[in-house]
Nanobody, 128 residues
Framework: QVQLVESGGGLVQAGGSLRLSCAASGRTFSLLAMGWFRQAPGKEREFVARISTSGTSTDYADSVKGRFTIFRDNGKNTMYLQMNSMKPEDTAVYYC?????????????????????WGQGTQVTVSS
């Protein structure tokens, strides 16, 4: 089982930026595909972004494409989410998740069921 710990959340004004981090332990990080999800109050948890093991392949939800960037540093066992041009609708608890080998099929990679380990979440609040 992978242990995941998110950090970097906080309060930011609309138009501002934040960088979230997800530190992993318990398994070889470079073998894990990773994802970010978020859950706003009263809403279901939703996909934000996914990154391949090497970092060369990424996928984004339409709502964040062009504003958010997912990347990773396998030497530091850490994944990141750089969030720019933030909007009040980005307010949510952000979770990182791990997808270990043999990896989820393509149709599951934007779904919660495509990941088997989750962090505790970090709150992001964007004020208007």
């Amino acid at each position: 089982q992978v242990q995941l710990v998110e950090s970097g959340g906080g309060l930011v004004q609309a138009g501002g930026s934040l960088r979230l981090s997800c530190a992993a332990s318990g398994r070889t990080f470079s073998l894990l595909a990773m994802g970010w999800f978020r859950q706003a109050p009263g809403k279901e948890r939703e996909f934000v972004a996914r990154i391949s093991t090497s970092g060369t392949s990424t996928d984004y939800a339409d709502s964040v494409k062009g504003r958010f960037t997912i990347f990773r540093d396998n030497g530091k066992n850490t994944m990141y989410l750089q969030m720019n041009s933030m909007k009040p609708e980005d307010t949510a608890v952000y979770y990182c998740a791990a997808d270990p080998p043999p990896y989820s099929s393509a149709n599951l990679r934007r779904l919660l069921s495509g990941y088997d380990s989750w962090g505790q979440g970090t709150q992001v609040t964007v004020s208007s």
